[in-house]
């Protein structure tokens, strides 16, 4: 890996060097070595990475189907927008399903000279005329925020007037480095608007919300699938096949489990302050991944009968997988994968290739932040700079009426020295072998030396870089879009990728494409049947 890391950082401009240098480490699953990560990406470098309110809007928000979103900008954010990111939703007969519409304010110039205030107004009264949602959101962009439209006045006005939830978000697509920050502020607005609303109990028996789950390919729905199998109660999935009246009455949940960490951390902690809501960690992302996540769920109920019933079902799920498991492994075990995606895939997904055989040899997250690298520990160490500063942190305490320890100490205490980890992300480091090379924000020029160097059989990434791998001759499986495929979480939804990637891997198609930097395609190639 090192000279590998060498090659990539050969050539750079002494300061961009300095700054790739820290974001491309060799791996040490003992001692996770410090990566730089949430800075900003340097202008020229290309990168994955999209804009704040493309993490606030795009994705931990806009996946609640009967909110009526508005992008307040330019057209071209809210198009952007429209229908782009996988999130399916399923919506009960009679409803309408906004997630179909692009809405947004289509800011002209004379806005921009005379303030966009009025046309927000306008455009909240106009949907609400056509729609009438229980609740409207409003998307600030990145012109909004530099001629100072107030959007928020513009919410509280409407909600007075409407009589309906109206809520706005600063979101603005520079407010920070990545998505990242989109996500913090839509965690805040959702907590601030929506969360504990509505107190109406809930009487099921093992109650809980996915935190981090959104529904990319029907993930949500395969794992509200299986948990329902086991007698386990989804309140909601935040933000994943969702409503808004879902959302409101969540906090009657005994146990947040958090999928991807990234994007909804905060809303963990948060729920945990005012409610007693406890987290933790779970991955549904792999057969044996899956496993112990719901033993760890039923682990925390302590209860006999969910314990058993959990055993069951987890031995009948396998019993369907391991045969189809063992016969895709003998044909790829040893192969080796690379993956950059996100803030938590490129972690997850390295559990679903392992169960084939195929080791991640380089991995790396767009935007994630250190602790999702190195394990929460470091928190205290990050140091805090004026992008991340930027971003509002929320004073939460305990509330008043509704604080509810949903365990005793003596039983968390129990849990605890038995090894349980609670509120606690151990990071992608530890679980990738020695020297596996790790790298932040990988760019395009990394991602070439990469192929070239280490050959590796198959790519998870996203649509940016999939025809820059592909026309390389390697196979790249888009791990956020999952190619239009999906869902690959839980057991059903492991089976699914294992028979994709065996498909992927076994296609003769390669061995035809010429990599640019060969000549002769024969040497390239020697599968490759003659020019006719
Ligand atoms: Fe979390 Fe996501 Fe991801 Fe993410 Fe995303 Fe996504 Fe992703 Mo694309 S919330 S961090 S901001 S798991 S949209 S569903 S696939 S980059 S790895
Ligand atoms: C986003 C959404 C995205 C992009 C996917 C990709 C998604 O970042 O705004 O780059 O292939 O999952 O749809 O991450």
Redesign the pocket.
Known sequence: PDALREQMLKGLPSKTLRKRAKQIVPNDPETPPEIGANSRTIPGIIT?R?CTY??CR??VIGPIHDILHITHGPVGCGYYSWM???NLARVPEGQTNYMQYCMTTDMQEDHIVFGGEKRLAEAIREAYRLFKPKAISVYATCPVGLIGDDIHSVCRQAKEELGINVFGFSCEGYKGVS?SAGHHIANNGVFKHMIGLDDTPNDAKYKINILGEYN?GGDAWAIDELLKKCGITILATLSGGVSYDEIINCHQADLNVVMCHRSINYMAEMMETKFGIPWFKVNFIGADSTAKSLRKIAKYFDDKELMDRVEEVIAAELAVLRPIQAEIKAKHQGKKAAIFV?GSRAHHYQDLFGDIGIETVSAGYEFAHRDDYEGRDVLPNIKIDADSRNIEELDVEPDETRFRPRISPEAKQKLIDAGFAFSDYLGMMREMKKRALVIDDISHHELEHLIKTWKPDIIGS???DKFIIEKMGVPCK?L??YDYGGPYASFAGAINFYKEIDRMLSTKVWSYVVPPWVKDRKAAAPEAPAEE
């Open positions: 994955q999209g493309a993490g795009g994705v782009t990111r996988r998505q990319i996100g996203g649509i940016k888009q956020h879009s």
